[in-house]
């Protein structure tokens, strides 16, 4: 194994005495191909660019003498730490950070980022990231070669945002370019950059706006509300066809929404399920027949801090314009909806049925889908507690959620 491993953080600036001194002693040297080129590296030392971590991580432990890795940044942020701290190569790391990119990209947008989200697209990451962007109003994209600029704002593509494109950060050629979302695919964009994606209507931006105290979180975290499933009442626009708080609850429940997710509620009524799915931090489309509707749910969840985004039309013909769901709940629509819902396989289905007849309807259109399906009768009936306990009208629904079979 080699005697010293140290990793470099580099973000363009002249290295630290500590960085400088490691450099110079180095018998092998990994990089990427520009920073081996720019940095003082000893004539004498092996030299490896750094396509594969793991393939250089396996000469590392093969090398006797003095190893340095040279990395953008902050290497312990999404960065080759991780991969080099794997326990199968046995390594022993010092590790001497400089500025991330992130940290460096806001800073040259002026803009404290402590409530921003930050994400990567590598690994084949593009449209989880994406679905980030969608659900909040401040997130940091650290691209890739195959998933840069142009490829996230075409995932966006209707959604309006505002791209900060960071270019060799930290560089004689750093670059930094601020245009909206539908201009971004008409630039070529070098690498490596950094992309803020700022905008939405959840969160005000506003410079006097208080400071947070949870980082990756907006302002004013957590809301007044706590928790989910909340009163009917706290929503404008409740009918009586809105699913009840309790049946809501289990619904949230098997959907199990979460970062990075992108899910449909078709037949979204108020908007009360959409609302409290962005909550968990997943991107949501709320399917609603007029616009009017629409606007109700836009109301709603800007009140509760989240991104909604909505899509006026009829099911099933508004579906095909919608982005790929990881996860579908149809509030209303029955066996036809749930058919066409299912012909964009998403990973997780929840149906509610309002009669046993209906239910058996979806069951068989989803059982012939291939999905493995599960169901419950819900019923629950409010308690009044003042001056002793009186059950009040009770409520039923019936509840599918499926899986594809393995």
């Known amino acids: 194994m080699a005697d010293r491993i140290t990793v470099i953080g580099w973000d363009g600036t002249p290295l630290t005495e500590a960085a ?33 971590v793991e393939l250089a991580a396996r000469r590392m ?9 040279v990395a953008e940044g902050d290497p312990g942020f999404f960065g080759v730490v991780r991969t080099l701290r794997r326990p199968e190569y046995g390594l022993e790391l010092e590790v001497l950070p400089a500025v991330s990119s992130v940290a460096a990209a806001f800073a040259r947008a002026g803009m404290p980022w402590e409530d921003a989200q ?77 992309v803020l994606v700022i905008g939405g209507n959840a969160q005000t931006q506003a410079v006097d706006a208080p400071s947070g105290w949870l980082a990756g979180r907006p302002v004013g975290y957590p809301a007044a509300e706590r928790g989910w499933a909340l009163p009917g009442d706290a929503y404008d626009g409740e009918s009586a066809q809105t699913l009840s708080p309790q049946a809501r ?54 009140r509760y801090g989240v991104e909604v985004e909505t899509a006026a039309g009829q099911p099933p013909e508004v579906l ?50 291939g ?3 599960e169901g419950a009768l819900l019923q629950s009936a409010p308690l009044t507690v003042d001056g002793g306990l009186t059950i009040g009208p009770g ?12």
């Not at 409520?395 to 393995?406: F, G, H, I, K």
Request: with cysteine.
């Open 320 to 369: 095909g314009g919608l982005p790929e769901p990881d996860a579908v709940v149809v509030e209303h629509g029955g066996a036809e909806v749930v058919a066409a819902v299912l012909t964009r396989r998403p990973g997780r289905l929840v149906a509610l049925a309002r009669t046993l007849g209906e239910a058996e309807a979806i069951r068989s259109v989803v059982a012939a889908a």
């Open 20 to 52: 400088a001194a490691a450099l110079a002693a180095a018998t092998l040297v990994a990089g990427a191909p520009y920073q081996l080129n720019a940095l003082p590296v000893p004539a004498a030392a092996e030299r490896i660019a750094l396509g594969s």
């Open 249 to 302: 609850a289990v619904v949230l429940a098997r959907l199990g929404p979460g970062p990075g997710d992108l899910v449909w509620n078709v037949g979204a009524g108020s908007g009360a399920l959409a609302v409290e799915t962005a909550r968990f931090g997943a991107a949501v489309v709320a399917v609603e027949a007029d616009a009017a509707t629409c606007a109700r749910i836009a109301v709603n969840a800007r």
């Open 371 to 373: 999905y493995q399906v």
């Open 61 to 69: 432990a093969e090398h006797r003498g003095a190893v340095v890795v």
């Open 118 to 194: 930050v994400v990567s697209t590598h690994g084949g990451r593009l449209r989880r990231a994406a679905n980030v962007c969608r659900a909040h109003s401040k997130v940091a994209v650290l691209t890739s070669p195959d998933a840069g600029p142009s490829e996230l704002a075409l995932m966006l593509r209707g959604v309006h945002r505002t791209f900060v494109v960071c270019e060799a950060l930290g560089t004689e050629d750093e670059d930094v370019t601020v245009l909206t979302s539908d201009r971004v695919p008409d630039h070529d964009w070098r690498e490596p950059n950094v």
């Open 395 to 406: 409520e039923s629904s019936v509840l599918l959620w499926a899986e594809p079979s393995a």
